[in-house]
Nanobody, 124 residues
Framework: QVQLVESGGGLVQAGGSLRLSCAASGRTSSSHTMGWFRQAPGKEREFVATFSGIGDNTYYGDSVKGRFAISRDNAKNAVYLQMNSLKPEDTAVYYC?????????????????WGQGTQVTVSS
Protein backbone atom coordinates (compact mmCIF):
# COMPACT_ATOMS: atom_id res chain seq x y z
CA GLN A 1 0.00 0.00 0.00
CA VAL A 2 1.07 3.54 -0.76
CA GLN A 3 -0.36 6.50 1.09
CA LEU A 4 -0.27 9.94 -0.52
CA VAL A 5 -0.91 13.25 1.19
CA GLU A 6 -1.12 16.51 -0.75
CA SER A 7 -0.67 20.00 0.62
CA GLY A 8 -0.17 23.54 -0.59
CA GLY A 9 -3.49 24.33 -2.20
CA GLY A 10 -5.29 27.60 -1.64
CA LEU A 11 -6.72 30.75 -3.17
CA VAL A 12 -4.58 32.82 -5.52
CA GLN A 13 -5.18 35.60 -7.99
CA ALA A 14 -4.78 35.06 -11.70
CA GLY A 15 -1.14 35.36 -12.70
CA GLY A 16 0.04 34.15 -9.31
CA SER A 17 1.88 31.02 -8.27
CA LEU A 18 1.38 28.08 -5.94
CA ARG A 19 3.50 25.09 -5.07
CA LEU A 20 1.82 21.80 -4.27
CA SER A 21 3.52 19.05 -2.34
CA CYS A 22 2.79 15.35 -2.10
CA ALA A 23 4.35 13.07 0.48
CA ALA A 24 4.32 9.34 -0.11
CA SER A 25 4.61 6.66 2.53
CA GLY A 26 4.16 2.94 2.72
CA ARG A 27 6.20 -0.17 2.18
CA THR A 28 6.39 0.06 -1.63
CA SER A 29 6.23 3.83 -2.11
CA SER A 30 9.84 4.11 -3.34
CA SER A 31 9.13 1.76 -6.27
CA HIS A 32 6.29 3.88 -7.63
CA THR A 33 6.31 6.91 -9.91
CA MET A 34 4.11 9.80 -8.91
CA GLY A 35 2.15 12.29 -10.93
CA TRP A 36 -0.52 14.96 -10.71
CA PHE A 37 -4.07 15.09 -11.97
CA ARG A 38 -6.82 17.63 -11.45
CA GLN A 39 -10.59 17.70 -11.52
CA ALA A 40 -12.76 20.76 -11.94
CA PRO A 41 -16.45 20.71 -10.99
CA GLY A 42 -18.49 18.86 -13.59
CA LYS A 43 -15.44 17.74 -15.55
CA GLU A 44 -13.42 14.58 -15.95
CA ARG A 45 -10.22 14.12 -13.98
CA GLU A 46 -7.43 15.48 -16.17
CA PHE A 47 -3.77 14.56 -16.43
CA VAL A 48 -1.42 17.36 -15.36
CA ALA A 49 2.15 16.11 -15.02
CA THR A 50 4.33 13.11 -14.27
CA PHE A 51 7.72 11.54 -14.72
CA SER A 52 8.28 8.89 -17.38
CA GLY A 53 9.57 6.33 -14.89
CA ILE A 54 12.79 6.06 -16.89
CA GLY A 55 15.31 8.72 -15.96
CA ASP A 56 14.01 12.17 -15.19
CA ASN A 57 11.90 12.79 -18.30
CA THR A 58 8.75 14.73 -17.52
CA TYR A 59 5.41 14.91 -19.25
CA TYR A 60 2.74 17.60 -19.05
CA GLY A 61 -0.83 18.09 -20.09
CA ASP A 62 -1.20 20.51 -22.98
CA SER A 63 -3.07 23.06 -20.89
CA VAL A 64 -0.23 23.46 -18.38
CA LYS A 65 2.89 23.15 -20.54
CA GLY A 66 5.27 26.03 -20.01
CA ARG A 67 3.53 27.12 -16.79
CA PHE A 68 3.75 24.13 -14.44
CA ALA A 69 6.80 22.15 -13.39
CA ILE A 70 6.95 18.82 -11.61
CA SER A 71 9.90 17.92 -9.42
CA ARG A 72 10.73 15.34 -6.80
CA ASP A 73 12.91 14.58 -3.83
CA ASN A 74 13.56 10.85 -3.79
CA ALA A 75 15.13 10.97 -0.35
CA LYS A 76 11.88 12.32 1.04
CA ASN A 77 9.56 10.29 -1.20
CA ALA A 78 7.98 13.57 -2.21
CA VAL A 79 6.85 15.17 -5.44
CA TYR A 80 6.06 18.80 -6.08
CA LEU A 81 4.09 20.82 -8.59
CA GLN A 82 5.17 24.40 -9.13
CA MET A 83 2.32 26.28 -10.77
CA ASN A 84 3.05 29.66 -12.32
CA SER A 85 0.98 32.11 -14.35
CA LEU A 86 -2.17 30.61 -12.92
CA LYS A 87 -5.46 31.12 -14.71
CA PRO A 88 -9.05 30.86 -13.47
CA GLU A 89 -9.41 27.71 -15.58
CA ASP A 90 -6.74 26.06 -13.43
CA THR A 91 -9.25 26.02 -10.58
CA ALA A 92 -9.71 22.40 -9.55
CA VAL A 93 -8.99 19.80 -6.94
CA TYR A 94 -5.45 18.59 -7.53
CA TYR A 95 -4.63 14.96 -6.86
CA CYS A 96 -1.33 13.25 -6.39
CA UNK A 97 -1.24 9.70 -7.74
CA UNK A 98 1.23 6.83 -7.87
CA UNK A 99 1.76 4.09 -10.45
CA UNK A 100 4.15 1.17 -10.84
CA UNK A 101 4.41 0.96 -14.64
CA UNK A 102 5.95 2.99 -17.47
CA UNK A 103 3.16 2.73 -20.06
CA UNK A 104 0.06 4.87 -20.57
CA UNK A 105 1.38 7.29 -18.00
CA UNK A 106 -1.18 10.00 -18.77
CA UNK A 107 -4.14 7.72 -18.16
CA UNK A 108 -5.97 7.78 -14.87
CA UNK A 109 -6.39 4.00 -14.91
CA UNK A 110 -2.59 3.53 -14.80
CA UNK A 111 -2.44 4.90 -11.26
CA UNK A 112 -3.31 2.58 -8.41
CA UNK A 113 -2.95 5.01 -5.53
CA TRP A 114 -4.46 8.45 -5.01
CA GLY A 115 -4.30 11.18 -2.42
CA GLN A 116 -7.31 12.94 -1.02
CA GLY A 117 -6.78 16.04 -3.14
CA THR A 118 -6.09 19.68 -2.43
CA GLN A 119 -8.22 22.57 -3.66
CA VAL A 120 -6.70 25.24 -5.87
CA THR A 121 -8.84 28.27 -6.62
CA VAL A 122 -7.69 30.98 -9.00
CA SER A 123 -9.65 34.21 -8.91
CA SER A 124 -9.90 36.53 -11.89
Amino acid sequence: QVQLVESGGGLVQAGGSLRLSCAASGRTSSSHTMGWFRQAPGKEREFVATFSGIGDNTYYGDSVKGRFAISRDNAKNAVYLQMNSLKPEDTAVYYCAARSGTLYITRRASYAYWGQGTQVTVSS
